[in-house]
């Protein structure tokens, strides 16, 4: 999921990522993500009950870019 700048800050991925975790904890399914940004993004999804698991480089082409790899379990639905 990508926000494009012009709307980054308003909350739209929130909501998205929101609605994700929320389908996902209706059907008892674990999250996984991947952000190329640990700061700010990996404390937003920590908000979410997201926990880093590590970080991974991908390399294409002499070219390399960080992944911060994070998982969350699925929440109890009452």
Do not use: H, W
Not at 18 to 35: F, M
Not at 38 to 65: H, Q
Request: hydrophobic letters at 30%; proline letters at 5%.
């Amino acid at each position: 999921m990508v926000v494009i700048p012009g709307q980054q800050g308003k909350g739209v991925g929130k909501k998205l990522a929101r609605e994700v975790t929320r389908r996902a904890d209706e059907e008892g399914r674990k999250c996984y993500l991947e952000s190329s940004r640990d700061v700010p993004n990996m404390a937003i999804y920590e908000t979410m009950g997201f926990k880093y698991v590590r970080k991974l480089m991908c390399e294409d082409e002499g070219e390399s870019c960080p992944l911060y790899c994070m998982v969350r379990d699925p929440k109890t639905v009452e």
